[in-house]
């Protein structure tokens, strides 16, 4: 069975597309043409097919009946109900960290929010986004159940996509992220997991509305630039 | 592009299996060969391959790299696990749901209680196993989330499959599950959304002990047969 040679293969496409959606290089209802990549990427359309399933699946993209694959749109319901989604996980995850860690598990915590604290000072703000990921890879962890791991999976490049747009809005962002991951990780270590849990609560309405202020943005210059071309 | 038609190909070729799996005429552990179902079922290799990923990512089978694919393990922490996320989301639903609802949404909530009550009156299981589903779709859309409902639909076989258990493990469970759904409907319509919440709560803490006390047993029943055949 050539199954797991074919999955990484269409994963490592699927990756490829997904990084090029997350920073922006690919945007909203931009078509992606399987036989396009499949040549450019010199594979089969079959690997690029199941590539896009699973984009689909992680929410990347939409898969249309006769249109094909489009690059999924950031809609206002659709962030709302991202991050609506994102913080009760993140909720859930942060609670049962919170009586769940044991004391070998406090080292990889703090030194987790001193690289992040270092990548501010730095402002190495790529880091600084990839070193988050890594600290809610630790505290996902104390969960202690794999539908919530692997639905937080599935659902982590569309937040990848968001958090990475949020980074890149407002200067003081970076500041701001950090102020919540440390409180949100000092609630864990202290054992507060609803103080914890309230903190996750607030980022995520605090990033949403962020992420759809920019958005509007776009939207509105996009507008400007019709009006202008039509005088 | 052929996406479509392989898709939902892969789609009925990937439902056939799950009937299979949810019914337990396929047991958990047991092997998937993609070579003899697609000569089974007449269809190519690859739309078997695209069902079993299908099935993967609705958590009714794993693949394993050189092993292939098997059918998904019912285990304690899965269980555990799955009516933990389900508890969560189900309590999210039925929040918004409580105030969400309008006028004309009344009667096909009422009118699908009526269609339960009259299942458990004719003891008919499966119909009212069907019904059950109707009316969390109904439910469901009031969330007004797309990934609250692609979660739920991907978590779909796998609820259903517990619940199948459940279903057929007590005799009482009939009735017990009809005087949750119903409590918890009468709150969605008298708009008491916590009411709602805590039975959605309650009734996922009982089936899940029912879950699990049936894979126990079963366990025991094995172990027993195991002993017996080495005397």
Chains 1, 2 share one sequence.
Request: aromatic share 8%.
């Amino acid at each position: 069975m050539s199954f797991r040679a074919s999955e990484s293969l269409s994963e490592q496409i699927a990756q490829h597309l997904a990084q090029q959606i997350i920073t922006g290089d690919l945007v909203e209802g931009e078509r992606i043409q399987e036989l396009r990549i499949a040549s450019e990427l010199n594979v089969s359309r079959g690997s690029v097919r199941e590539a896009l399933l699973i984009l689909a699946r992680r929410r990347l993209i939409e898969i249309y009946p006769r249109r094909g694959a489009v690059v999924a749109e950031m809609s206002v319901a659709q962030v709302r109900g991202l991050y609506e989604v994102v913080s009760m996980f993140l909720q859930l995850v942060v609670r049962k960290a919170a009586s769940n860690w044991r004391q070998p598990d406090m080292e990889g915590m703090v030194s987790q929010l001193h690289r992040l604290q270092s990548n501010v000072d730095a402002h190495d703000l790529e880091a600084f986004y990839e070193a988050t990921f890594e600290l809610f890879r630790l505290i996902q962890r104390f969960a202690g159940n794999p539908y919530v791991e692997e639905i937080l999976d599935d659902l982590q490049p569309a937040i990848r996509r968001s958090y990475y747009l949020a980074l890149h809005t407002s200067r003081r962002e970076l500041e701001e992220s950090y102020s919540f991951l440390k409180g949100m990780t000092d609630g864990v270590l202290m054992r507060k997991g609803d103080q914890a849990a309230s903190l996750v609560d607030e980022f995520c309405t605090h990033q949403c509305h962020l992420v759809l202020d920019s958005l509007m943005r776009v939207k509105q210059i996009e507008a400007a630039w019709a009006q202008r071309h039509r005088r």
